[in-house]
């Protein structure tokens, strides 16, 4: 008997392709002949191992296993010494004698010699996440192929038809469609083999006379072929750009291993470097080390022989005195007038004007000397450790981040920025907390300093800039100020130390109804913003700086695009009259 699906399927398929009545009788002996061939499967199968009995041996309860099987089985409940059967669970004591059970050993052979295979593996049979087959009963196997005019997905037994009858060899095949019903229009129960432009979806033939009527409308496989072009052409890009990235990526490996390789010949080095530099100290520190002892011994040595000159003559001394004190007790005029004159008469004393007592002040002038050149060292340190950290964050392998569009996106770098009143001008005045400088009349009492401009009414800022910063700027005046970055090297004095008079600086010039951008000496016009505030934007490790008129809106007034080699510093150069103040920014 057939099971009912199968007489469904065969009903969808005799409606969809009008074949003849021998060719379904055909169709469905094939149906009939795998079905039984399941029947004969799962009856001949070891329920343990799922495949066809291998020297069978029955039980008294009527299941029967392969040989082997049943022995594993059974070995595993040897502990608890009652053996029951793996199906009805008829428990046996004592463990059952096992005997091959000769006429269905007979059977199976015959059965595999007329073509019936062992039992499918475990892993042909379709799990949850599998297509199964739509003709198989009991338990389904894997769907093999799907076809399009049948619209049921077949195992590869099921499939043979496919390949062997002549109607059903122009049937489309494809790989298992999990919602291959899908493809049946829900409306007029026919295949889909239409598509709607207008709508953008699959439709029936019915579909076109009503809903889709006037779409723009193409068969399926037209539009697939076209699209399939245009998927080729985008293969092709994929594939190209997977070959670009592929590239980067191996341009990248090699660049990860030219920087490791820098990085570790740079720990290298500076390692050597320092310490020889250690060692340089070490061995200055021995010869200070031993200048100092060998001047104390000499000092000593010397402070040690006049010491016993001094001693000798208070002994000579403490002798001459125990004689005169004798003298003075005798008696007798006549020797004692004989004796005085050989008595009385002294030794020249020991010059001791050479004896310079300073007390608690030997060596502490060299102390002192060593620590001048301590903090000399330090100074030099701080100096350049940034320039070295500044070399170090300067390795950049990728490309900068992209420069901000809006005031929103600067303000995220905005840095908070003081003047250094050891660099000002004696002429500048600073206030509001070394944010704001004005040009004056009067000279300020400023401290002497190394670092102080003295021809020029110019200003650095206390901070060094890098990385990305961003600051503001408010002026006022009619000469107008100079908005300017600095190394902290550029000259304090003469012409070169003038803001965009060299290459160690670049500034804007700020006048009323005048712009201009100052560079080794060269000037560039620049227009008039209208605004009184200025934003400056450095990028330090892309080498970009940026001028902003703000207002309203930020307008672009000059743009720098080079290689900074040292730390920056914000500047003013301020005219007479003029001011300029660092904006807080929130």
């Given amino acids: 008997m057939f099971c009912n699906r199968i ?26 002949m795998a079905q039984k061939d399941q029947l004969y499967r799962e009856t001949l199968s070891c329920s343990i191992c799922l495949d066809l009995l291998k020297d069978p041996v029955g039980l008294s309860c009527g299941d029967s296993y392969c040989m082997s099987c049943i022995k594993g089985f059974w070995d595993g409940e040897d502990q608890r010494k ?11 004591t004592p463990r059952p004698v096992l005997k091959t059970n000769t006429m269905l050993a007979a059977l199976v052979e015959q059965l595999k010699k007329t073509g019936l295979q062992a039992a499918p593996a475990d892993h042909c049979y379709a799990g949850p996440e599998d297509v199964a087959c739509d003709v198989c009963t009991g338990r389904k196997l894997k769907a093999f192929k799907s076809c399009l005019q049948c619209l049921v997905s077949y195992c590869e037994n099921h499939l043979q038809p496919h390949y062997t009858v002549g109607q059903f060899k122009k049937h489309k095949l494809v790989e298992p469609l999990e919602k291959i019903q899908e493809n049946i229009c829900s409306r007029h129960d026919e295949v889909m083999k239409i598509f709607c432009r207008t709508d953008k979806k699959c ?71 320092f310490t020889q530099l250690i060692r340089l100290l070490q061995k200055r520190s021995s010869d200070v080390k031993q200048q100092i002892r060998s001047q ?15 001693q000798q003559e208070i002994t000579e001394l403490k002798r001459k005195d125990a004689e005169l004190k004798q003298l003075s007790h005798t008696e007798d005029h006549n020797q004692f007038l004989h004796n005085y004159p050989s008595v009385s008469q002294l030794s020249e004393p020991t010059d001791s004007s050479s004896i310079n007592i300073r007390p608690l002040r030997y060596f502490e002038d060299v102390t002192a000397a060593v620590s001048e050149l301590r903090d000399k060292l330090q100074d030099i340190l701080k100096d350049k450790w940034t320039n070295i950290s500044l070399a170090v964050t300067e390795v950049d392998v990728l490309l900068s981040e992209p420069e901000p569009k809006t005031r929103a996106e600067f303000l995220k770098y905005s840095h908070e920025i003081t003047l250094d009143p050891n660099t000002a001008n004696t002429l500048l005045l600073l206030s509001e907390r070394n944010r704001k400088v004005k040009r004056t009349e009067q000279q300020q009492s400023y401290s002497s300093h190394i670092d102080r401009f003295t021809d020029r009414w110019q200003v650095l ?32 004095a003469g012409i070169e130390s003038v803001f965009g008079r060299n290459d160690k600086s670049w500034s804007l010039y700020c006048g009323t109804n005048r712009y201009a951008f100052w560079f080794k000496n060269i000037k560039t016009p620049v227009s008039d913003p209208g605004s009184s505030r200025v934003g400056v934007y450095l990028d330090h490790r892309a080498g970009i700086l940026s001028f902003y008129s703000i207002s309203e809106t930020m307008t672009l007034l000059h743009r720098v695009q080079t290689t900074f080699t ?3 510093y914000a500047g003013f150069l301020v005219s007479v009259g003029s001011t300029a103040e660092l904006c807080k920014l929130k």
């Fill in 296 to 310: 104390q011994e000499t000092e000593v040595s010397g402070v040690k022989e006049l010491q016993e000159k001094l």
């Fill in 7 to 32: 007489i469904q399927i065969i009903g969808i398929i005799v409606s969809a392709l009008n074949v003849s009545f021998m060719f379904v009788l055909m169709y469905l002996c094939l149906a009939e």
């Fill in 461 to 492: 800022s206390r901070e060094s800039l890098i990385g990305r910063c961003y600051w503001e700027v408010e002026w006022e005046g009619w000469f107008g100020v100079y908005v300017a970055v600095s190394y902290k090297n550029i000259s304090r």
């Fill in 566 to 568: 040292q730390p920056l």
């Fill in 82 to 92: 009652i053996y029951s059967c793996p199906q009805c669970r008829e428990a046996f």
């Fill in 203 to 273: 439709i029936c033939y019915l579909c076109t006379m009503e809903d889709h009527k006037g779409h723009d409308t193409v068969p399926a496989a037209a539009e697939r072929t076209e699209r399939q072009r245009e998927l080729e052409v985008s293969r092709l890009n994929i594939q190209q750009r997977i070959q670009d990235r592929e590239k980067d990526v191996k341009l990248l490996q090699q660049e990860v291993e030219a920087v490791s390789r820098s990085a570790d010949k740079a720990v290298e080095d500076s390692e050597k470097i």
